[in-house]
C-alpha cells in the first residue's frame, strides 16, 4: 500500500542551526504513528515541516510527500490547498484559538471563507461536538473562547479540525496542556472519530505510553534523527535502541511506588551539538569508538527499524 | 453594559466637577481682580465700583458664587461674560468651532497616517519597515511648534501653497487654512498611532491562532481583517482615544502658531483678564471632550475585544 | 500638548532581563546628551558672545567664521543663544521629573502595598487629575504666579504626576506579587525596608527607563509653552523660544528657528532611546 505520508532523508535548518539531520517517515491512510522524544529531539519540528509552519529563516532538505504532492515546493494557491486537506491540533488551544470571535464563528470560519454554507458547517460542527463529549454545544457555541475551560476549548480545536474531513490529523501534544483526567477522555474520542472517518494521525509527544496507547507505530526521534521505527506493542516490550530502553526505563511504573524517579542519565542534546556520528552517544550506556564517528545504517531487527552499531548484539 | 456606561458617566460628571472647582480656586486664588481688569489704569468713583460688584456678583462670598455659577451650568446656562457681557456659550463657540475642526481634522490624519504607517511597516519587514519605522521614531520627537516651524516655511514662505497666517473664506478656504496646522498637530501623535500599531499587528501576526488560521487555509485578505487587525486594533484604538483627547488642549500651540481663534488663545486672554465664567466653561469643554473622547475608545474596544467587556461588568 | 505613552508599564516590568549593553544607538544617545548637558554646564566657556546682548547694526547675519550660525533679528549670536538656551531647556524638565518621581513613585508604593481601598481612592484621585490636561493646569498656574518656567514647572509636575504613579504602581504591583517580596514580608521584615530595599530597587530600571521618557516630553511640553510665552520669557535663551521666532521664519530667514528645532528633536530623540535601552524595553 502506497504511504499517505513520506518524509524521505529531510534535513531542515533554522538560519545556522541544525534542526533536522535526515528524518524519513511513512505514514498508510488510516495508520497512526506516534513520535516520540524528548525536547529538542525535532519531532514537534518534522511535524511543522510537514505542515510548512516554518519561520522565514528556515532552509529545507530532503523530500516530503502528502499523497502525490511535494510539500516542500508548494507555494500560494497550492501551499493553502495542501494545508486545507491537513487538520493541524496545537497543543495550546487557548492561544491557538483567536479569542475576540465566538466558538461558532470560529468553527464555520472554513465555510464562510470559502464560500461554503455555513448553516450546514454549524450542523456538522455541532454534531462532531457531540460526538467529542460536549454538553449542550449550541450554548458553547455562541460563547468565546475565554469562557470556555481548556479542556472543552482543546474539544473545539479538535472538532474544528474533524469537521473538515481531513486525510491527514497532525497532533503536536494535543493534551498536554490538560489535566490528567479529561487528557484520556479527549485523547480516546478524537481517535475513535479519527478512525471512523478514515483519517491518518501523526501524534507529537513527549509520553511513550500515551503515544503506545494511541498509535499504530512509534518513531523514537533523538538530536534530530530517528533512532528506531516500531509498531507500537514490540516497541513497549522488545524495544531494540539503547535509547529507547532508556527511556522506558525512565517511565514510574503504575504499581509500586519508588522512592527515587528514574531518568535517563545525561540530558538530551539537540541536533546542533551532535557529531557524525550516532547522537546518542555521549549517554549511550553501550558506546563503541565507533559510535561517536559513523552514523550507523538503518537494520532491520524484528518488525522494528533501528539504526545502532550494536543491534545485533543488543537484540 | 448599561452599569458599565452609567457608572462611566458618573465618573465623568465627578471629573468635570472636581475640575471645575480646582479651575474656580487658581482663578479665584490668582492675583487681581475682574472689575479691576475692567477699570484699567482709571478707576471710577467708590459707589460705581460698588455698583458694578454688585451687577457682576462680586460682592458675594466666593463659595456662594461658585454654587451660583454651578446651578446655572446644570440648567444649561453656562453665564455671561464678565469682560464682553455676551453669553458665554456665544462668546466661546466661534473659537470652539476652529478648536475642534482642528482637532477633527487631525485625528483624521493620525488615524490614516498612524495607522497607515504602522500596518506598511508591520506587513513589510525588510527596508520598508526599517525606513517607516526611522521616519516615525523621529516623528514621535517633533513637538507640534517646531513641525508648524517646518510646515510655515516650506509650504507657506517657500512655495507658498498654503497660508501662513489665519483661515480663508467659505468651506475650501477654511479647510485650506487649516491644513497646515491640522499636518503640524498630527506629526507627532501619528507617529506613536504608528509605532503601536505596528508593534501589536506584528504580535498578531506571529502569534499562534494567526498560525491556526493559516492552517486552516484562511484567505489572505481575511486572515488579515479577521485575525490580525481586528486583534491588534484595541490597543491602537485606546491610543488614537488618547492622543486626540489630548489634542483639545494641546491645539493652542498650533493656534498660536498659525494665529487661529481657537480655544486656547480665549483661554489665555480671559484667564488674564480673570474673566471667570469663560474660563470655566472652557476647561469644561476641555476636560469634558477629554473624558468623552476616552470614554468613546473604551467603548470601541469593548465592541472589538469580548475580554474587555467582562472586565467592565 | 501631548499626552504621554506610559502604555507599556505592564510589558515593562515582565521583562525582567537586563540588558547588557547600550547598544550603537544606545551609546550615540548617550554622547548627544552628555554633549548637550556639558554646553549647558560649561555655557559661558562654550559661548563666544553674550547671548542678550546684540549687534543692531548686523541682524539676520548669514552663517560666517565670526557667528557660526549667523544673527537674529536683533543681531544676537544664533550659537551662544543655543548654547545658553540648553540650560533654561534642560533645567525644567529636570525639575518637572524630579518633582513627580518624588511624589509619584511613594504614592505607587504605598497604592501597591497597601491594595483595597487604599488603591481605589488613590486611583480615583489620579484619573480625575488625569483628565486635567497639562497645558489647562499651566495656563492657570501662570494665571496665579505670573509667567515664568517656575510656574509651568509646578504645573507640568502636577500633570506628570498620575502617569508616573500609574506606571510605577502598575509595576510595584507586579513585584509585590512575587515570591520573593511575599516571602520577605511573611518573614517579618517590616513593609518600608522591603520596599525600600527590594522594590524600589528592582523598579529602578523600569523608573530609570521611564524618567528618561518623561523627561523628553517635559522638554517638548516646557518648549511649548515658551513658544506661547507663557514659561520661558522672550529676551533670555530657550530653545522654546528661540524656536519661535516666527518673524525670522517669514522674513525667511531660517537657519535660528532651524537649529533650535533640531536640537529638541535630536535631545528628545535621545532620551526615548536611552529610555527604552535602560528599562530593556524591546524594539519589535
Known amino acids: 500500500m502506497t504511504a499517505l505520508l513520506q518524509v524521505d532523508d529531510l534535513t531542515l535548518d533554522l538560519g545556522d542551526t541544525p534542526i533536522l539531520r535526515g528524518v524519513s517517515l511513512a505514514v498508510r491512510p488510516g495508520e497512526a504513528l506516534g513520535i516520540v522524544g524528548e525536547s529538542g529531539s525535532g519531532k514537534s519540528m518534522t511535524l511543522r515541516t510537514v505542515a510548512r509552519l516554518l519561520p522565514d529563516s528556515a532552509r529545507t532538505g530532503g523530500a516530503v510527500r502528502v499523497g502525490d504532492r511535494d510539500v516542500l515546493g508548494l507555494r500560494g494557491r497550492e501551499l493553502r490547498e495542501h494545508r486545507r486537506g491537513l487538520g493541524m491540533v496545537f497543543q495550546d488551544p487557548r492561544s491557538a484559538i483567536n479569542p475576540v470571535h465566538t466558538v461558532g464563528a470560529f468553527l464555520v470560519e472554513r465555510a464562510r471563507d470559502a464560500g461554503q454554507d455555513t448553516a450546514a458547517a454549524r450542523e456538522q460542527a455541532l454534531t462532531v461536538l457531540r460526538r467529542m463529549g460536549m454538553t449542550d454545544p449550541e450554548r458553547r457555541m455562541r460563547q468565546h473562547p475565554f469562557e470556555l475551560s481548556g479542556g472543552l476549548l482543546q474539544r473545539v480545536m479538535i472538532a474544528s479540525v474533524l469537521m473538515e474531513r481531513p486525510r491527514l490529523l497532525l497532533a503536536d501534544e494535543p493534551t498536554t496542556a490538560l489535566d490528567v483526567t479529561t487528557q484520556a477522555d479527549v485523547l480516546a474520542l478524537t481517535d475513535e472519530l479519527r478512525r471512523e472517518m478514515g483519517a491518518a494521525l501523526v501524534l507529537v509527544t513527549h509520553d511513550l505510553d500515551l503515544a503506545s496507547a494511541v498509535c499504530d507505530r512509534i518513531a523514537v526521534m533523538y538530536g534530530g534523527r530517528v533512532l528506531e521505527t516500531a509498531p507500537a506493542a514490540t516497541l513497549r516490550d522488545d524495544a531494540v535502541h539503547p535509547y529507547t530502553r532508556a527511556l522506558l526505563a525512565s517511565r514510574p511504573p503504575l504499581d509500586q511506588r519508588l522512592t527515587e524517579i528514574p531518568v535517563a542519565p545525561g540530558s538530551p542534546v539537540p541536533a546542533a551539538q551532535t557529531g557524525p556520528g550516532c547522537p546518542f552517544v555521549d549517554r549511550c550506556p553501550v558506546a563503541l569508538p565507533i559510535c561517536g564517528s559513523a552514523l550507523p545504517e538503518e537494520r532491520l531487527v524484528g518488525a522494528s527499524r533501528v539504526r545502532c552499531h550494536r543491534v545485533e548484539e543488543v537484540a | 453594559m448599561r452599569r458599565f456606561l452609567l457608572r462611566r458617566l458618573l465618573g465623568a460628571v465627578v471629573t468635570l466637577l472636581i475640575a471645575s472647582i480646582v479651575v474656580y480656586l487658581c482663578v479665584y486664588l490668582s492675583p487681581g481682580s475682574p472689575e479691576q481688569v475692567l477699570f484699567g489704569s482709571r478707576p471710577p468713583s467708590p459707589e460705581v465700583q460698588a455698583q458694578v460688584r454688585e451687577y457682576l456678583g462680586l460682592d458675594q462670598s466666593p463659595v456662594l458664587r461658585y454654587l451660583t455659577w454651578l446651578g446655572h451650568v446644570l440648567s444649561g446656562d453656562l453665564g455671561t461674560s464678565l469682560i464682553t457681557q455676551q453669553p458665554v456659550s456665544s462668546r466661546i463657540a466661534d473659537p470652539a468651532l476652529v478648536t475642534l475642526s482642528l482637532v477633527a481634522y487631525a485625528a483624521v490624519l493620525i488615524v490614516l497616517l498612524g495607522v497607515g504607517s504602522g500596518l506598511l511597516a508591520a506587513l513589510r519587514p525588510g527596508p520598508v519597515d526599517a525606513g517607516v519605522t526611522t521616519l516615525t521614531s523621529v516623528a514621535t520627537a517633533v513637538p507640534a511648534f517646531v513641525a508648524a516651524g517646518v510646515l510655515i516655511s516650506v509650504f507657506a514662505v517657500q512655495l507658498g501653497w498654503f497660508p501662513a497666517y489665519g483661515q480663508g473664506d467659505g468651506v475650501v478656504g477654511w479647510w485650506h487654512g487649516l491644513t497646515l496646522p491640522a499636518v503640524a498637530l498630527a506629526i507627532l501623535a501619528s507617529g506613536l498611532v504608528s509605532r503601536v500599531t505596528r508593534a501589536s499587528a506584528r504580535q498578531e501576526l506571529a502569534s499562534e491562532h494567526v498560525e491556526t488560521a493559516r492552517m486552516r487555509g484562511i484567505s489572505g485578505g481575511r486572515l488579515l481583517r479577521s485575525h490580525v487587525l481586528h486583534n491588534a486594533a484595541p490597543s491602537v484604538v485606546t491610543v488614537i482615544g488618547l492622543q486626540v483627547a489630548g489634542l483639545v488642549a494641546g491645539a493652542v500651540v498650533v493656534e498660536q502658531a498659525f494665529g487661529l481663534n481657537g480655544l486656547g488663545g480665549l483661554l489665555i486672554s480671559s484667564v488674564q483678564q480673570k474673566d471667570f465664567p469663560v474660563v470655566q466653561a472652557i476647561a469644561l469643554v476641555v476636560v469634558g471632550a477629554f473624558v468623552l473622547l476616552n470614554l468613546l475608545a473604551d467603548l470601541v474596544v469593548m465592541a472589538l475585544d469580548p475580554r474587555a467587556r467582562v472586565v467592565a461588568r | ?284
Do not use: C
Request: charged share 15%; net charge positive; proline share 5%.
Open chain 3, 1 to 284: 500638548m501631548t499626552v504621554l505613552p506610559f502604555t507599556a508599564a505592564r510589558r515593562l516590568t515582565r521583562s525582567r532581563t537586563r540588558r547588557t549593553g547600550l547598544g550603537v544607538s544606545g551609546w550615540a544617545a548617550v554622547v548627544v546628551l552628555v554633549l548637550v548637558a556639558a554646553a549647558a554646564v560649561l555655557a559661558p566657556l562654550i559661548a563666544p558672545y553674550d547671548p542678550n546682548t546684540g549687534d543692531l547694526l548686523h541682524p539676520y547675519a548669514t552663517p560666517s567664521a565670526d557667528h557660526w550660525l549667523g544673527t537674529d533679528g536683533t543681531g544676537r549670536d544664533v550659537f551662544s543663544r543655543l548654547v545658553y538656551g540648553a540650560r533654561t531647556s534642560l533645567l525644567g524638565p529636570a525639575a518637572v521629573v524630579l518633582a513627580a518621581l518624588l511624589l509619584g513613585v511613594p504614592l505607587a508604593l504605598v497604592s501597591a502595598w497597601r491594595g483595597g481601598r487604599t488603591r481605589i481612592v488613590l486611583g480615583s484621585v489620579l484619573d480625575v487629575m488625569f483628565a486635567i490636561p497639562g497645558l489647562l493646569l499651566a495656563i492657570l498656574a501662570v494665571a496665579m504666579f505670573g509667567p515664568g518656567l517656575g510656574a509651568a514647572v509646578i504645573a507640568l509636575a502636577i500633570a506628570y504626576l498620575p502617569y508616573v504613579a500609574r506606571l510605577a504602581t502598575t509595576a510595584a504591583e507586579g513585584e509585590r506579587r512575587l515570591p520573593y517580596v511575599q516571602a520577605l514580608s511573611v518573614q517579618g521584615h517590616g513593609a518600608l525596608r522591603v520596599n525600600v530595599r527590594h522594590v524600589l530597587r528592582n523598579l529602578s530600571p523600569v523608573l530609570v527607563g521611564q524618567a528618561s521618557v518623561a523627561f523628553a516630553y517635559a522638554l517638548i511640553d516646557l518648549a511649548s509653552l515658551s513658544f506661547l510665552g507663557l514659561a520661558v520669557q522672550a529676551p533670555q535663551a530657550d530653545w522654546g523660544v528661540l524656536a519661535s521666532d516666527k518673524d525670522a521664519l517669514l522674513k525667511g530667514h531660517p537657519l535660528g528657528v532651524a537649529s533650535a528645532s533640531v536640537l529638541i528633536v535630536v535631545t528628545v530623540l535621545s532620551l526615548f532611546v536611552l529610555g527604552s535601552r535602560v528599562s530593556g524595553e524591546d524594539r519589535r
